[in-house]
Nanobody, 123 residues
Framework: VQLVESGGGSVQVGGSLRLSCAAS????????MGWFRQAPGKEREGVAA???????YYADSVKGRFTISRDNANNTLYLQLNSLKPEDTALYYC???????????????????WGQGTQVTVS
């Protein structure tokens, strides 16, 4: 199983980015997937999740600004980041696991598969 993130970068406050996570090695459409982030000196936190039925869940801090989506035909997960703030600066990871819903995935303490992360810097 492999998850490879891309699309990070440095942007100004108010800018946008789109992160991608290419998945391989498992039946992508059967898995919940999501995005997490970790800023220096802080714990990793959930950002958004999507289950196999297309239901989504977001952290309160990103609701209305970030959008998670998935392309099951191309085994790719996306995160559109709009209206970026300095506090969004972090290393963003995608993860995958079999959970009943995006809600459970978001709250789970462990996830089976992780990518290597892509850096987002907002200044």
């Amino acid at each position: 199983v492999q998850l490879v993130e891309s699309g990070g970068g440095s942007v100004q406050v108010g800018g946008s980015l789109r992160l991608s996570c290419a998945a391989s090695g498992y039946t992508y459409s059967n898995y919940c997937m999501g995005w997490f982030r970790q800023a220096p000196g802080k714990e990793r936190e959930g950002v958004a999740a999507s289950d196999s039925d297309g239901s989504t869940y977001y952290a309160d801090s990103v609701k209305g600004r970030f959008t998670i989506s998935r392309d099951n035909a191309n085994n790719t997960l996306y995160l559109q980041l709009n209206s970026l703030k300095p506090e969004d600066t972090a290393l963003y990871y995608c993860a995958a696991d079999r959970y009943a819903s995006a809600w459970y995935f978001f709250r789970a303490s462990s996830h089976a598969y992780w990518g290597q992360g892509t850096q987002v810097t907002v200044s």
